[in-house]
């Protein structure tokens, strides 16, 4: 029966070629519109770090001034260097690491590149365990390195590439600024998105390049990247280890939910031991996000994404109406063909399967899929630093097959009802 | 025309008539809000930034490592002096921030010393005595800084040195701190120390960072603070034609006279606006496309039934025909219920789309959608529909007569 | 009333031309009740069709109440349909998307006519035919004669000079047959010039004039006699 419908639904829709082009496109359109979107939306919104975001904590603590306080508000976005270190040499987690961005100058050995600058992480040794990053060759620096402040360097894939021409680089050496450094390891490919373990910089592009112990570019005095808060002032003017400015991003790995309990009772207890050393003029105010939580918190979705899926569906809405109107007048034009069916014996239903049959699912399908893989070309063009990250993956794929089936039934199911209320009749009186 | 007997025959066809105008009242909401958006976001990326755009270009250098034993506050003077003197030049500074740059410096300022919440966040240009000149920023009352009030940025910032003793305040601050006051001479406070008089009052000088809000966009501040190398940047003013050449001619002078610095950016003001805004750019071009897609689409769909429709009733128009309507008769009859539907899926349409903004209000910090954008959005859709039923209007206008007696 | 001298009608499709009217003359006197016969396809629809201006013919001259109309223009045509003639078709042809009353109101619509009048007249029409109760039902909720009778008095609401009935019976049996030409018979008393097209030898009889049509032409002007009194009467 199946196959009659389908022979009478390929028929039907041959007759009316601009029709059907016309609903199939309007679909199509609308689907791939709101399949784009949905995608980038998927990519931004994704899980960066997903085997362990659910045990990677951002502890925060609020070290700020009484001025400028609003009962309630969120703590400090990043910590002081003091806090950082007290709470990094407390090691009261699995793991931790002190962070900031930044950036260096590499002078490379072959004459034939000219210097060029390139983003860098000064860090503490357990990050790269604590991220799972992933080594080509080598492996990050000890702890004991961060306190020798050693001159020792991980670099990426690409930037050994370049410098190096790819191959096994440990133990060369990398000038950076006019310092030479070791390379001790190169990443693999690697690029948690988004950025979240700092998110001052471009969230989904431009991802540091070299990785080196945070002690040892604040001794060589590197530049940072980031944002800087200060609420009061310095005395000798040096903000960097300042007890007045949050400029570090700190996090934890936590691997139990009683370890996470208790380390946010450890941060409530460093702030009442704080206050009493007359720091922490505030209230506690101690927070301790997963990584979820935290870029729920730091909204780091755009906006304009958001807004762009809104507006697809909106789209969508506007197609499915629009080819429900085209369907519901095609097929009550054949009322007489139905009144005739009905009186040779098809019941309802059956009506109601040939006409749902031909609401066109597979071809709306079909054009939904290829319209998104436009769109996303389309996407990729764009100007915005996540363009890159746009492409179509598994699930994806099944949601727009989905959503071109669901679409397709939905504008044929109104019309395909009415289809089915025609009085049975052998003649019709007049129409 | 008389649109009772239209309305009759409507309402024998609730369910076609009712999509029709369930599709304009969508269209219509999406479509009122999309414009305003766009028009938002055009204003945004043409909002005024204060200074001669098309005459400045910026350099941005980093040091390559030890300074040498240079002392970084001469050595950036020595340099802005050299960039100074490029021919063609009309002017140079060092500035912590440019316009629509990548960094950008904020401070809380308050007015009285002992004042617990801060006033306004303010963006914070530190400029030596050239900037206002390489800027072109219009200074419309009070007076520029003299010699002796400029101190030195590592000074500031070590507290070896009281806030500056003056300041110049954009318009948009000045009302906002001061309402309708004179501001001229009356005192922030950048700390809780000394406050700092405004000594001047410039049009505009928007901040490097802002969002939706363009009062607070334009909430700057200039002080006299002399920076060292490595927190400012080059900014040069030349004729429009010339920026490219004195860009070229820059690059060459810094390695010549700072040869352990690489210079990581120089380009024109105007890049970096058209980068800045390349994100709204791209939206408002999307949006624009939603727009017209949704035009067309509707349009489509308008035609794909009325024809339906027409050719449905075929024989009913026939049997007016028959019955002595005249073809503009007809024409007519097809354009009213038109006019009709369409009206109907406006009115909702309009509700929705107030509904939808104050949605987007909520959601996205969006201003009130005004309501002059309903007007604009009904016509654009009485229009449309006008135009999508013409052609099977037409139709319907040319079925003969006879087709009363000769279909079946 | 009607006056057709070698009147021509060609239906052209891409490879014939067919003539389903040729050297077609005849005259209809005012207040006369003509029966058209002959078989299918001989071109009984098409001369109405022309003689109630639905079409135009391609030869030959046509004049109607003493107007010549074969070469009058489509807005002229249609005001003459509406004013002076009125149309009974096989099919009914009422529109199924309004209600008795409101189809009664088609052809008064298209005239520039007070709501008043236009009540009094769907009244007093629809009062005629018999189906006062009913007008608020649509088409699909009645009987064929019904809708026939519906049909008529659409016809009669306009007040029109000349009806045209084409096969106004063909989808009636006989008893709701016979009703309807009573109904045309009482119209036909009031003044009205009727042409009527019909297969029922038992109804062409009751006309006064009986007309054949064979391949396109006229070739048989039998008069009813028993009727002929009437005519006279009544001219
Ligand atoms: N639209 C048309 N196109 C071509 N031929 C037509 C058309 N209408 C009628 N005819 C032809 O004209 C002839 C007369 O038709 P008609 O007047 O309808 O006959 P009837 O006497 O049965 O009413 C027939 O041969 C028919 O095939
Ligand atoms: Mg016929």
Redesign the pocket.
């Known amino acids: 029966m199946l196959r009659y419908y389908a022979w009478l639904a390929a028929r039907s829709l041959k007759r009316n070629p601009a029709l059907t082009a016309l609903m199939v496109l309007a679909i199509g359109l609308g689907i791939g519109a709101s399949i784009t979107t949905l995608t980038v939306l998927h990519i931004l919104s994704g899980d960066p770090i997903p085997e362990k975001s659910a045990r990677l904590f951002y502890p925060q603590i609020d070290p700020r001034t009484i001025n400028d306080y609003h009962p309630g508000e969120a703590p400090a976005e990043q910590v002081t260097y003091p806090d950082g270190m007290n709470l990094l040499q407390a090691k009261r987690a699995d793991r931790q690491a002190l962070m900031t961005g930044g950036g260096a100058v590499v002078l490379p050995d072959d004459a034939a590149i000219d210097p060029f600058s390139v983003d860098a992480r000064y860090t503490t040794a357990d990050f790269f365990a604590m991220f799972d990053a992933p080594f080509q060759y080598g492996s990050g620096w000890k702890a004991a390195d961060d306190d020798a402040h050693a001159r020792d360097v991980v670099i990426t894939r690409s930037l050994n590439k370049k410098v190096f021409g790819g191959g096994n680089s440990v133990g060369k050496t990398l000038r950076l600024q006019s310092t030479d450094f070791r390379v001790v390891g190169v990443l693999d490919d690697w690029r948690p998105t988004p950025h979240f373990y700092d998110l001052n910089s471009a969230r989904y592009s431009d991802y540091e390049e070299v990785f080196l112990p945070l002690s040892t570019a604040m001794e060589l005095e590197f530049g940072r990247n980031g944002s800087m808060d200060c609420w009061d002032n310095t005395p000798d003017g040096d903000q960097l280890h300042s007890p007045n400015c949050s400029w570090l991003q700190f996090w934890v790995e936590l691997d139990t939910p009683e370890k996470a309990k208790a380390y946010q009772a450890f941060l409530n207890n460093y702030s009442d031991e704080q206050r009493s050393q007359g720091r922490f003029p505030r209230p506690n105010n101690v927070r301790l996000p997963t990584v979820m939580q935290w870029l729920d918190d730091q909204k780091v979705v755009p906006t304009d994404v958001r807004l762009q899926v809104w507006l697809s569906f909106g789209f969508l809405a506007v197609c499915l109406v629009n080819t429900i109107g085209l369907m519901l007048a095609k097929f009550l034009r054949r009322n007489g063909e139905i009144a005739v069916r009905r009186a040779i014996g098809a019941p309802r239903r059956e009506i109601f399967a040939q006409f749902l049959v031909e609401a066109g699912a597979v071809a709306g399908a079909v054009l939904g899929l290829l319209l998104a893989l436009f769109g996303l070309w389309g996407v990729r063009q764009q100007a915005a630093d996540y363009a890159e990250l746009a492409h179509i993956d598994p699930t994806m794929l099944l949601m727009t097959l989905l959503l071109a089936l669901a679409t397709a039934l939905l504008s044929g199911l109104l019309p395909a009802w009415r289809a089915c209320q025609v009085t049975p009749a052998l003649q019709l009186k007049s129409d | 025309m008389d649109i009772a007997p239209i309305i009759a025959a409507l309402k024998r066809q609730k369910t076609a008539a009712a999509l029709i105008a369930i599709e304009i009242a969508l269209s219509c909401a999406i479509i009122c809000n999309v414009l305003f958006l766009i028009t938002h976001r055009l204003e945004r990326s043409h909002v005024p930034s204060g200074v001669v755009e098309d005459e400045l270009v910026y350099i941005r250098t980093a040091g390559i490592g030890a300074s040498g034993g240079d002392d970084p506050m001469v050595r950036a003077r020595e340099d802005r002096a050299a960039l100074a003197s490029i021919p063609g030049v009309k002017s140079a500074t060092i500035i912590n921030q440019i316009p629509f740059g990548h960094s950008s410096w904020n401070t809380g300022v308050k007015l009285a010393a002992d004042q617990q919440q801060t006033s306004a966040n303010v963006g914070a240009y530190y400029a030596d005595e050239h900037m206002l000149d390489s800027f072109g920023v219009k200074l419309i009352a009070g007076r520029q800084f003299t010699s002796d009030e400029f101190l030195n940025f590592d000074d500031v910032l070590k507290g070896k040195s009281d806030p500056p003793s003056s300041m110049i305040i954009t318009k948009t601050l000045a009302r906002r701190l001061f309402g309708d006051e004179n501001a001229i001479g009356k005192n922030i406070y950048l700390d809780d120390t000394k406050p700092t008089r405004v000594i001047g009052i410039v049009e505009h000088l928007i901040r490097p960072n802002f969002g939706s809000d363009l009062i607070d966009a334009d909430s700057s501040m200039i002080l006299p603070v002399r920076l060292s190398l490595g927190y400012g940047q080059f900014v040069l003013r030349t004729d429009p034609g010339n920026r490219d050449a004195v860009i070229a001619a820059a690059r060459k002078k810094l390695k010549e006279v700072s040869p352990n610095r690489i210079v990581l950016d120089a380009k024109t003001l105007e890049s970096a606006r058209s980068d800045y805004f390349k994100q709204d750019r791209v939206m408002a071009g999307l949006l624009v496309a939603v727009v017209i897609s949704l035009l067309i689409v509707t349009a489509l769909g308008i035609v794909g039934l009325a024809s339906f429709w027409v050719q449905r009733r075929r024989r009913q128009i026939g049997i007016r025909r028959a019955l002595g309507a005249t073809r503009r008769q007809i024409l007519h009859y097809f354009q009213t219920e038109n006019f009709l539907i369409v009206t109907v899926g406006i009115v909702i349409g309009m509700g929705a789309a107030y509904a939808i903004s104050g949605w987007l209000m909520h959601q996205y910090e969006l201003p009130r959608l005004p309501l002059y954008y309903l007007p604009v959005g009904a016509v654009a859709l009485w229009l449309l529909g006008q135009l999508s039923v013409l052609a099977p209007a037409l139709r319907a206008a040319s079925v003969p007569p006879?087709t009363a007696t000769?279909t079946v | 009333m009607l006056k057709m001298t070698h009147l021509a009608k060609a239906?052209r499709?891409e490879v014939v031309e067919?003539y389903?009217l040729r050297d077609f003359s005849i005259h209809v006197r005012t207040g006369e009740f003509v029966a058209v016969t002959?078989?299918?396809?001989?071109?009984?629809?098409?001369?109405l069709?022309i003689a109630g201006l639905l079409e135009t013919p391609t030869g030959g001259s046509y004049e109607l109440d003493g107007e010549d109309v074969s070469r009058l223009g489509d807005d002229a045509r249609s005001r003459i349909r509406n004013g002076k003639i009125g149309f009974i078709f096989q099919a009914f042809n009422l529109i199924p998307d309004l209600n008795i009353y409101d189809n009664v109101d088609v052809p008064l619509r298209y005239r520039k006519m007070s709501g008043a009048e236009r009540k009094k007249r769907i009244g007093e029409a629809l009062e005629r035919v018999g189906l006062s109760a009913r007008l608020r039902h649509y088409p699909a909720e009645l009987s064929g004669g019904q809708q026939q009778r519906v049909a008529i008095a659409r016809a009669l609401a306009g007040s029109p000079k000349l009806l045209l009935a084409?096969e106004p019976t063909g989808n009636l049996d006989s008893q709701m047959a016979r009703a309807v030409m009573q109904l045309l018979e009482e119209i036909h008393r009031d003044g009205a010039t009727i042409v009527m097209?019909t297969h029922d030898p038992e109804l062409a009889a009751r006309a006064q004039r009986n007309v054949h049509?064979i391949d396109?032409q006229v070739v048989d002007l039998g008069e009813a006699p028993t009727l002929r009194m009437n005519v006279a009467a009544n001219a």
């Open positions: 006879a000769r | 239906f499709t067919t389903a002959g078989p299918s396809g001989s071109g009984k629809t098409t001369f069709n084409d097209v049509v396109g």
